[in-house]
């Protein structure tokens, strides 16, 4: 055997020696981002899963994971750019990345092609059929829309989730008036909807509509008792606008039942002991918020002003800094 040969071997195994090291580490930090990800760690996941990737660049599955994670954590620039024109057979779960991305980006006419392409395999999908509706309708093709919406039962509920997909868009590029005007004819068509109430008082509420913030969310209440967003919203408006201590405790407690950790209930609920004279109460808690692992800094404000009404003015002090600091480190 030449010199030249054996010297070509030798590159060869180095060559497929580094190939095997790299399957192996993208493997390890592959199954480790998934960990991170069940696991509801999803900043760790997306590094693991980056880092997997350099290792691996061409894995349609790697990269189809990380744009998974991305796509739970809203990132959908990410998604876009991780899995377009980068896998050449999208499996079921990266068109669905990708439709649903496209479509919270405003690039109707992708989000479209995507659907399409979805409809094809997961045929006869109300749910699909109505968002592909809603996704020609906002890409200025009502035809198209109505065509679509022709494949489905006739019904008011049908046409008020299609409203609800219109809404939901337009409430996603800030287009406030737009997403009223689809949410209220969902509901005129529809009080079966839930969450649609309340994305209206919230909506309503940024209009500084209070009164019709209201209306919405009680009525989400009255359709999901359990929607603890609705119960802090509806919570809030008392506490903030309707003066009333009695009714806003009561939805707080509802929320919070709900949800134990719901940030903005724990602060409401704060409010309202200070206003209701109990600083012992509202210390209290804000100790169990605080305990609960809850680290915005109104938190430690309202503890500051218990502490300060229950004379205690050294810790007191304390909590304001501690406030004082978190505030600063906002953007």
Same mark, same amino acid.
Do not use: C, W
């Given at each position: 055997m030449s010199?030249?040969?054996?010297?070509?071997?030798?590159?060869?195994?180095? +060559?497929? +020696?580094?190939? &095997?090291?790299?399957?192996s580490a993208a493997g390890v930090l592959s199954s480790l981002g998934i960990f991170y990800y069940e696991h509801r760690q999803a900043e760790k996941a997306i590094e693991a899963l980056e880092d997997a990737l350099r290792y691996q660049p061409n894995d349609p599955g790697i990269r189809t994971n990380l744009a998974m994670v991305y796509y739970q954590a809203g990132k959908f620039p990410k998604v876009v750019e991780l899995l377009e024109a980068k896998l050449t057979e999208p499996s079921q779960r990266a068109l669905t990345a990708l439709a649903v991305s496209c479509f919270a980006l405003a690039r109707y006419g992708d989000s479209a092609r995507y659907y399409e392409a979805l409809s094809k395999s997961v045929t006869d999908d109300p749910v699909l059929l109505v968002t592909l509706a809603a996704v020609y309708q906002l890409g200025g093709d009502a035809d198209k829309a109505e065509a679509v919406l022709s494949r489905l039962p006739d019904t008011p509920l049908t046409r008020a989730q299609f409203y609800v997909v219109l809404g939901d868009a337009h409430r996603n590029q800030t287009q406030v008036a737009e997403a009223i005007a689809a949410y209220e004819k969902a509901v005129s068509l529809s009080n079966q909807l839930p969450g649609v109430n309340y994305w209206l008082g919230v909506l309503y509420s940024d209009s500084h509509e209070y009164g019709k913030a209201a209306a919405a969310?009680?009525?989400?209440?009255?359709? @999901?008792?359990? &929607?603890?967003?609705?119960?802090?919203?509806?919570?809030?408006?008392?506490? +903030?606008?309707? &003066? @009333?201590?009695?009714?806003?405790?009561?939805?707080?407690?509802?929320? *919070?039942?709900?949800?134990?950790?719901?940030?903005?209930?724990?602060?409401?609920?704060? !409010?309202? %002991?200070?206003?209701?004279?109990?600083?012992? @109460?509202?210390?209290?808690?804000?100790?169990?918020?605080?305990?609960?692992?809850? +680290? @915005?800094?109104? *938190?430690?404000?309202? !503890?500051?002003?218990?502490? &300060?009404?229950?004379?205690?003015?050294?810790?007191?002090?304390?909590? %304001?800094?501690?406030?004082?600091?978190?505030?600063? !480190?906002?953007?």
């Open positions: 010199a030249l040969v054996v010297f070509f071997l030798i590159v060869s195994q180095q +060559t497929q +020696t580094e190939e &095997n090291l790299r399957q969310f009680g009525r989400e209440l009255e359709l @999901d008792p359990r &929607n603890a967003e609705a119960a802090a919203s509806f919570g809030a408006y008392y506490l +903030t606008h309707g &003066n @009333d201590m009695v009714r806003a405790r009561g939805y707080f407690e509802q929320a *919070l039942r709900n949800a134990p950790g719901h940030l903005g209930a724990q602060l409401g609920m704060i !409010k309202v %002991l200070l206003a209701e004279g109990k600083p012992a @109460d509202a210390f209290a808690a804000a100790e169990r918020a605080l305990a609960g692992g809850a +680290t @915005d800094e109104e *938190l430690h404000y309202l !503890k500051a002003r218990a502490l &300060n009404l229950l004379g205690r003015k050294e810790e007191a002090q304390k909590e %304001l800094d501690v406030f004082r600091e978190l505030r600063s !480190k906002k953007p």
